[in-house]
Each structure stands twice: as C-alpha cells, then as structure tokens.
C-alpha cells in the first residue's frame, strides 16, 4: 500500500513544518476558505487501489481509524489556509532558504482535497523527504519509487490546474466550467481546418499554426515501446494520442472520473444535481376567470348607432304606408265539425289542392284477422272453391284467428320472388332463329343508287397550274366565275374557273395559308394570311360599282383604325391596321407592278392559320393557334376595329366558323366543338368529337348540321338539335382528312385527305325532325398525286354549279364537273 504509506509521511510533514512555520505576518492577503462537499472531498482526495480513504496523519493504521471521524470540512478548510500561508511566505523571500537546504523534495499540501475555488500550489519543505519515505517503506504500503514518482506528477498536474482557476477566480474571471484540461495552453496547434490527415501521411510536418510555420511530426512510439511503457509506468494507460495535432495528452485523475462518470450515464460533473426540486408554475385550484381580460368594449354598454338608423327607417316605413300591418284574422262563429271536409277546398303553400288521405277501414271488415262471422266463408263455399280453376279462384280468403301471434306469414310471398328473380334472370334470353342466308347481298343496306342522287362531280375537266409548292386553300367568288388559291411559294394566283387562266398573282413574301372570299356581293375583296399578317385585297374583277364600293370600305377602314402608316403593334393593342401597297402581276402570271394599291394590311402579333367571313361580309375572324389568349380574333371592316372575344381558350384552337343564319360562333380546337352564343355571350353547346385532333370543319348552309374531319381519318357528322356527339362517324380514307366542305345548294358535301383523294357524298337534309339525314358515298375523285405524305389539302364546291376544285400538294389544282 505505497500511496496510502506516502499519504501518511505527508502528514507527518506537515505537523512538523506546522511546529516549525513561523506566525503569519499581518499582511498576510485574505483567502477564501471554501467547503467542498463530501462527494468533491472524495474526488480530490482519492483512494486506493483497494478503495480505503488515503489518510492525512503520521501516525499508523489504528490512528487512520481513529482519525476516520474527524470532520473534514474543517481539516480541509485549515490545509487550504496553510498552503496560501505558505505561498505568501515564499512570495517574500522565503523560497530561496528552502533552496539551500540538503534533500529536495515536494509533498502534496492539500492532498487532492481543495475544491475548485479554495484550492492553490503548495510548496512543502526537503527535511520532510526522508520522513515521508521512511513511512513508505514501512508495513502499511509496499510499491516502487516510480509508482510514488507517477503519483507526484499527477498530483502536481492537479494542483498546478487548481492554482489556475484559483487565479482566474481571484481576478473576477469566471473560468469555463466545461473546460477541465490546460489543452488549450498547448503551442503549436493544429490550424489547417477541416482537411483529411490522410494528405499528410507521407509528409514531415502534419499542418500550419497561425503563423504560417509548418508543425512537425512528432516521434511515434511503435506498439513494443508502448507495451514496456505500460509495465514500466502507470501513466501510459491513461495516455491517449492526438493525431490532428500530433501528440501525446495524458489525462488526469478528474478527466478519468468524468470518463467514468459518463460511461455510467451519469452527469460527468458532480454538482450537476439531475433530480433538481419542481417547480408549480400552474396552480391547481379551480378560480372563476372570464374569457377575455380586457375591459369591457364601448359598444356593449352604449347603444348602436346602426340599430338607431334601422329602427328609424321601419317607423318611417310605417308612417307612410310603406309597410302595411296584418290584421288579426277573426275566428268563425259557426265551423265544420269534420275538418277533413272542409280542406278539400284548402290550397296548400305550394298552391296544390290538398288531397286527404283515404280513410282506413274500420276494425272488424273481411281482412281483419278476426273478421265478423257473415264475412267468414262456410265449409261448402271453401269446397267449391277448391273446384274452381286457379284463374277463378278468390285471391284472398278470409280467416278468423284468435289472436295476432297466429297470424302466419303471406304463404306465397316465396313463390312470388322466386317468379320475378327468373323473370328477371329470363329477360335478355330471347329466343332467336338462326337464319339461313344465301344472298349476302341481303346483308348490304338497301341505299338509293348513285345514278339516282346526281348531279355530283364525276369528271377532272381542268388542272389549274403555276404554283410551284403545295396549294392550301381555295376559294371561289360568289358568282362562281373566279377562283382564289393561296400556295407555300408564297403567292396567292387568281383563276378563271371556265378556261383556266390565272388573271393576278399577289407576291405576299410569307407562304399563304389560308384564302377566303368577302361572301358580299357589293365588294370585290377577299382575305389571305401570310404570316403574322392579314391581307384585305381588292380583285378588280368586278364592275366600276363594286370597285369603287372596296376602294371606299378599305379607305374608310384605315380612317377609322387610324392607320395608314407602316408602324408596328403600339403597346396596348391588339393588331395593327396599315395601308398595304404591294406587288401583283397582270394577266398571264408575269410579275411586275401596279393594281395592287388600296390594300389593308391588319399586323398580328402570331403566325396566322385561318381567316373566314361572316354571312353579311363586315365581320371576319383569324386563327392564330400559338396566339394563346389572342389565338382567336375577331374583326370589322366597317369600323376597322378589333376585339378579342375570348381570355381563355380551353385547347388550342384550329377552327373557327361563323353560323350561316344566327349569332352562334363555331370554335374547334384539337379535340372538341364548342358553340357559343355571340348574342348572350355564353356557352351554348360542347360538341365532343372523340376523335383525333381536328384539321378541318364546315357548316351545313341551314346551320344545323356540322362535319368535322380529324386525323385519325375520320369524318364526324353531328346534328346540333339531336346530340353533342357524332350522328355519324365516316371512316373510308387511309390517311388524315385535311379538308371538308358543304355545297351552298345541292344536297352534297366532300372530304379531302392525304391519301390524294376525294369523296363525294350525298347529304340530304330533311324538314322534318324525326327523319334522319340520308347520308350515301357516290364518287371517289382521283386527280392528285402524293408529294412527301401529303395529298388533296383542300377541297371547295361551285357556289351554283355541282363542280368540285381540289388544291394538291403536287402543286396544281383540278375542276371535276357532271357531264
């Protein structure tokens, strides 16, 4: 028990230097006695290896027993005064005495024992050396020198760190409690930040410090080293290495306890008290408080002001007879003793005659459970109906029983739901005969024959040439003397139906997309779209009268648009109306100059699709599908103005349509008709194709039938007045139907597709609702050729004759007649 034995000459020490320590001197500085508790007693005193209490006093083990009872607060409070005596001596002088004196050595003072802010450095004297290892050899301890050396240095770590604090706390410093090693005393730290070690392994130095100097390595002890360290020296097993920083730390004895303390799931400082008293901050006795408390608002003790205006405005209205008081209705003298009777007279609230409900019967009638004995039959009337037929036989016989509990169930109340689940069951299964067909033609629907439903167009008359790239769109006058073709080689040709012969070209500078002739007969005008610009042209195939009546429409639409200029899209505005004064060519297709001027050009801010006229020859409407909310724009001649009718479109649109006769605006976009009502400004109708997505649609010239051809190759025709979806879906082309159209007097309607064909159908109408359309193919038209997947593009009827023209991607044009 070495550590026990040396704990034991320090005391010896001690009594002796307090025999020999002079009286303190009066200017000696007050210091702080502080009373640790037992717990920190026991932290700082330590223990054996054994756990026995390391003693204080030189005397042996009977006097540790005795002294075990001594109060230690009071013994460590006196050590703690004797040190800070003994460091204000040496601080006098009287270190260098100590110095001379023969056999150097240093005993703990306070042996582990001073707390946090009462402990300090103790100097002790050489002549207790030989005293204290005298009492370490003795039989109380036995151990090595080293082990005693181990010790001392631990305990000088201790009490070095203690004198630290004890200085910061002398200074007014409040020293971090967390912190309980000098680590951050140490030079040389690491400073590179966040970098992986591993790009120092091979190099000399392991990082910088603040000053830019390179840290080198220190020497590392390989594991033979370490392993005769542990056996030579108790410090190695609480040794651990920094490999950030590149040494070695040694802990010490408190650092230990806190390890200890926190494997445990202890607190790793001891005046961490972990059951800490509660505290009621919430009462619990019940107590009366309102729900609110603020005072009282003004209004619930001063009365309304807006009630005062009220009430004023009712006794006003009484006055004068605005609102007239009931009188009290007076009860009838004489009244009807039956009230049921005199309510058939009554009408209810809902202004219905009340109707009273029939009586029941009263008890005792023949389907009572015990009716009267005259309703009962007789043993011969019960044999005399069992001799009927079942058809004869009375539906219900009546039945006397003495009580309600023998009433039995209904008895064919089984039989009556097992007939209506196999009526049910039965239903569908009707019987049908397997007929025996030897004529398939039986089979074919009985339709008139094409012979019977002419005039149609049969025969290619003309082929109309010129245009260098695929024609989209044609249009014919009403006259039907003249027909308008628009081309992707950017130019719009104008033809002579009869001979063929193209009479103007308009060099427009943007492939034409769409052609329309003005359906008034007054002008000479029709529109195309290039681009994002909108052509309004005169022909000059009409007379001096119509001339002169587009020259005027066109002029006073630049006056009233305020255009004439050749500026662009002011902000705020839709379009832009400019004076147009571009080129065109004379008869017989050469380019050159003149006859073009008097043009209007309308500016949109999208690549425009479509343009198509309203019946009366004012209004037109364009189609810009990438116009999102300007997709769809609607203008007049007249007054040169333009309006935007819709602010959102569901879809992108593709079509549109003005009807023929009423105020009603055909829109179609990829997948869906929608009709609305310009009148009322709403939706009237969602006409839902379930086909591909639209490429073309025409309305019928009564306006109440609507074809529609799509992509996926087919032609729906739907009646308006019967149903949103299709009356009939036509599916006799192979590729995308690009275009359909309606004659304006003859009962056919066609449809042009990909497949460079068109089929001429006979459409017949009927006045009366409940006759369907009578709709029968008569004519495949072949006169076309396919140019890169593409076929007819367009297809247009005579406006008087039954002739159909077909716009091709093969750059020409044909005129099939009747012969």
Same mark, same amino acid.
């Given at each position: 028990?070495?550590?026990?034995?040396?704990?034991?000459?320090?005391?010896?020490?001690?009594?002796?230097?307090?025999?020999?320590?002079?009286?303190?001197?009066?200017?000696?500085?007050?210091?702080?006695?502080?009373?640790?508790?037992?717990?920190?007693?026991?932290?700082?005193?330590?223990?054996?290896?054994?756990?026995?209490?390391?003693?204080?006093?030189?005397?042996?083990?009977?006097?540790?027993?005795?002294?075990?009872?001594? %109060?230690?607060?009071?013994?460590?409070?006196?050590?703690?005064?004797?040190?800070?005596?003994?460091?204000?001596?040496?601080?006098?002088?009287?270190?260098?005495?100590?110095?001379?004196?023969?056999?150097?050595?240093?005993?703990?003072?306070?042996?582990?024992?001073?707390?946090?802010?009462?402990? =300090?450095?103790?100097?002790?004297?050489?002549?207790?050396?030989?005293?204290?290892?005298?009492?370490?050899?003795?039989?109380?301890?036995?151990?090595?020198?080293?082990?005693?050396?181990?010790?001392?240095?631990?305990?000088?770590?201790?009490?070095?760190?203690?004198?630290?604090?004890?200085?910061?706390?002398?200074?007014?410093?409040?020293?971090?409690?967390?912190?309980?090693?000098?680590?951050?005393?140490?030079?040389?730290?690491?400073?590179?930040?966040?970098?992986?070690?591993?790009?120092?392994?091979?190099?000399?130095?392991?990082? !910088?410090?603040?000053?830019?100097?390179?840290?080198?390595?220190?020497?590392?002890?390989?594991?033979?080293?370490?392993?005769?360290?542990?056996?030579?020296?108790?410090?190695?097993?609480?040794?651990?290495?920094?490999?950030?920083?590149?040494?070695?730390?040694?802990?010490?004895?408190?650092?230990?306890?806190?390890?200890?303390?926190?494997?445990?799931?202890?607190?790793?400082?001891?005046?961490?008290?972990?059951?800490?008293?509660?505290?009621?901050?919430?009462?619990?006795?019940?107590?009366?408080?309102?729900?609110?408390?603020?005072?009282?608002?003004?209004?619930?003790?001063?009365?309304?002001?807006?009630?005062?205006?009220?009430?004023?405005?009712?006794?006003?209205?009484?006055?004068?007879?605005?609102?007239?008081?009931?009188?009290?209705?007076?009860?009838?003298?004489? !009244?009807?003793?039956?009230?049921?009777?005199?309510?058939?007279?009554?009408?209810?609230?809902?202004?219905?005659?009340?109707?009273?409900?029939?009586?029941?019967?009263?008890?005792?009638?023949?389907?009572?459970?015990? &009716?009267?004995?005259?309703?009962?039959?007789?043993?011969?009337?019960?044999?005399?109906?069992?001799?009927?037929?079942?058809?004869?036989?009375?539906?219900?016989?009546?039945?006397?029983?003495?009580?309600?509990?023998?009433?039995?169930?209904?008895?064919?109340?089984?039989?009556?739901?097992?007939?209506?689940?196999?009526?049910? !069951?039965?239903?569908?299964?009707?019987?049908?005969?397997?007929?025996?067909?030897?004529?398939?033609?039986?089979?074919?629907?009985?339709?008139?024959?094409?012979?019977?439903?002419?005039?149609? &167009?049969?025969?290619?008359?003309?082929?109309?040439?010129?245009?260098?790239?695929?024609?989209?769109?044609?249009?014919?006058?009403?006259?039907?003397?003249?027909?308008?073709?628009?081309?992707?080689?950017?130019?719009?040709?104008?033809?002579?139906?009869?001979?063929?012969?193209?009479?103007?070209?308009?060099?427009?500078?943007?492939?034409?997309?769409?052609?329309?002739?003005?359906?008034?007969?007054?002008?000479?005008?029709?529109?195309?779209?290039?681009?994002?610009?909108?052509?309004?042209?005169?022909?000059?195939?009409?007379?001096?009268?119509?001339?002169?009546?587009?020259?005027?429409?066109?002029?006073?639409?630049?006056?009233?648009?305020?255009?004439?200029?050749?500026?662009?899209?002011?902000?705020?505005?839709?379009?832009?109306?400019?004076?147009?004064?571009?080129?065109?060519?004379?008869?017989?297709?050469?380019?050159?100059?003149?006859?073009?001027?008097?043009?209007?050009?309308?500016?949109?801010?999208?690549?425009?699709?479509?343009?198509?006229?309203?019946?009366?020859?004012?209004?037109?409407?364009?189609?810009?599908?990438?116009?999102?909310?300007?997709?769809?724009?609607?203008?007049?001649?007249?007054?040169?103005?333009?309006?935007?009718?819709?602010?959102?479109?569901?879809?992108?649109?593709?079509?549109?349509?003005?009807?023929?006769?009423?105020?009603?605006?055909?829109?179609?976009?990829?997948?869906?008709?929608?009709?609305?009502?310009?009148?009322?400004?709403?939706?009237?109708?969602?006409?839902?194709?379930?086909?591909?997505?639209?490429?073309?649609?025409?309305?019928?010239?009564?306006?109440?039938?609507?074809?529609?051809?799509?992509?996926?190759?087919?032609?729906?025709?739907?009646?308006?007045?019967?149903?949103?979806?299709?009356?009939?879906?036509?599916? !006799?082309?192979?590729?995308?139907?690009?275009?359909?159209?309606?004659?304006?007097?003859?009962?056919?309607?066609?449809? =042009?597709?990909? %497949?460079?064909?068109?089929?001429?159908?006979?459409?017949?109408?009927?006045?009366?609702?409940?006759?369907?359309?009578?709709?029968?193919?008569?004519?495949?038209?072949?006169?076309?050729?396919?140019?890169?997947?593409?076929?007819?593009?367009?297809?247009?009827?005579?406006?008087?004759?039954?002739?159909?023209?077909?716009?091709?991607?093969?750059?020409?044009?044909?005129?099939?007649?009747?012969?």
């Amino acid at each position: 028990m070495a550590p026990r034995a040396k704990r034991t000459a320090r005391g010896g020490a001690r009594q002796k230097e307090e025999q020999l320590a002079p009286a303190p001197e009066p200017e000696l500085e007050a210091v702080e006695l502080a009373l640790s508790s037992d717990e920190e007693w026991e932290a700082g005193s330590g223990s054996d290896d054994d756990g026995s209490p390391l003693a204080v006093s030189g005397s042996d083990s009977e006097d540790d027993e005795e002294g075990a009872g001594v %109060d230690r607060d009071i013994e460590n409070a006196v050590l703690g005064y004797m040190a800070a005596a003994e460091k204000q001596r040496q601080r006098r002088g009287a270190g260098e005495a100590s110095d001379d004196e023969p056999g150097g050595g240093d005993a703990s003072g306070s042996d582990e024992d001073d707390d946090e802010e009462g402990g =300090s450095p103790v100097v002790t004297d050489s002549d207790e050396e030989p005293a204290a290892d005298g009492v370490a050899g003795g039989p109380s301890g036995s151990g090595s020198e080293e082990e005693h050396e181990e010790d001392d240095e631990g305990e000088a770590e201790e009490d070095e760190r203690r004198a630290r604090r004890a200085a910061a706390l002398a200074a007014g410093e409040d020293p971090d409690p967390a912190s309980d090693s000098s680590e951050e005393e140490r030079p040389q730290r690491n400073t590179v930040g966040d970098v992986p070690l591993e790009w120092y392994r091979h190099e000399e130095h392991i990082g !910088y410090n603040v000053e830019g100097q390179k840290i080198e390595k220190g020497p590392r002890r390989d594991r033979l080293d370490k392993l005769i360290a542990k056996q030579d020296s108790g410090k190695e097993f609480r040794t651990v290495y920094d490999e950030y920083n590149g040494e070695e730390i040694v802990l010490s004895k408190e650092e230990m306890r806190m390890i200890a303390r926190i494997r445990a799931g202890q607190f790793p400082h001891v005046e961490v008290n972990p059951f800490e008293d509660e505290v009621d901050w919430f009462t619990r006795d019940v107590e009366v408080m309102p729900l609110r408390g603020g005072p009282e608002p003004k209004r619930r003790f001063i009365p309304s002001k807006w009630e005062e205006k009220k009430v004023v405005k009712l006794v006003r209205a009484l006055r004068k007879g605005w609102i007239k008081r009931e009188a009290p209705q007076e009860k009838p003298d004489a !009244y009807l003793i039956w009230e049921d009777d005199g309510k058939t007279h009554d009408k209810t609230a809902t202004g219905l005659t009340y109707i009273p409900a029939p009586k029941l019967k009263l008890p005792g009638h023949e389907e009572s459970y015990n &009716p009267p004995k005259e309703y009962l039959p007789t043993e011969e009337e019960k044999n005399g109906q069992q001799l009927l037929d079942d058809e004869d036989q009375p539906q219900f016989v009546p039945t006397a029983y003495d009580c309600l509990r023998r009433v039995p169930a209904y008895a064919s109340f089984i039989k009556e739901r097992f007939e209506r689940c196999l009526d049910l !069951y039965l239903c569908p299964r009707t019987r049908r005969k397997r007929l025996i067909i030897e004529d398939p033609e039986i089979l074919v629907p009985k339709l008139p024959k094409p012979q019977d439903l002419q005039p149609f &167009p049969v025969v290619l008359s003309l082929r109309y040439t010129g245009h260098t790239k695929p024609v989209r769109s044609l249009a014919t006058d009403v006259s039907g003397q003249w027909l308008l073709s628009g081309s992707d080689d950017c130019t719009m040709r104008l033809w002579e139906v009869r001979t063929g012969r193209c009479m103007r070209v308009w060099q427009l500078e943007e492939p034409v997309t769409c052609v329309a002739w003005s359906p008034s007969p007054q002008l000479s005008l029709v529109a195309a779209t290039a681009g994002k610009r909108l052509f309004l042209l005169p022909t000059g195939t009409g007379g001096e009268e119509q001339e002169a009546a587009t020259t005027a429409a066109l002029q006073q639409c630049l006056e009233a648009a305020g255009g004439g200029g050749s500026g662009g899209i002011e902000e705020g505005q839709l379009v832009s109306w400019q004076r147009y004064g571009g080129g065109t060519s004379s008869s017989g297709g050469k380019d050159g100059g003149g006859g073009g001027d008097g043009g209007v050009v309308v500016q949109h801010k999208f690549s425009i699709r479509q343009v198509t006229w309203h019946a009366r020859g004012d209004y037109f409407a364009s189609v810009a599908p990438t116009g999102n909310t300007q997709a769809v724009l609607v203008h007049q001649l007249s007054r040169g103005a333009t309006q935007n009718p819709f602010r959102k479109n569901r879809g992108r649109v593709v079509r549109v349509l003005f009807h023929p006769t009423k105020s009603f605006f055909f829109v179609a976009t990829q997948q869906n008709v929608r009709v609305y009502n310009l009148a009322k400004q709403a939706l009237a109708k969602k006409l839902v194709a379930g086909s591909g997505v639209i490429t073309s649609m025409a309305v019928h010239p009564t306006g109440d039938h609507l074809i529609v051809g799509a992509e996926d190759k087919r032609l729906c025709w739907f009646d308006l007045d019967l149903s949103t979806k299709p009356y009939r879906a036509l599916r !006799y082309h192979n590729y995308a139907v690009r275009g359909a159209a309606f004659h304006r007097s003859y009962p056919l309607f066609a449809s =042009s597709s990909d %497949d460079a064909t068109c089929h001429i159908f006979h459409g017949r109408v009927y006045a009366d609702l409940m006759t369907n359309p009578l709709i029968v193919p008569v004519k495949i038209l072949r006169g076309h050729d396919m140019v890169d997947f593409q076929g007819v593009l367009d297809v247009a009827f005579h406006p008087t004759q039954p002739w159909a023209f077909t716009a091709g991607a093969d750059t020409t044009i044909c005129l099939f007649v009747n012969p």
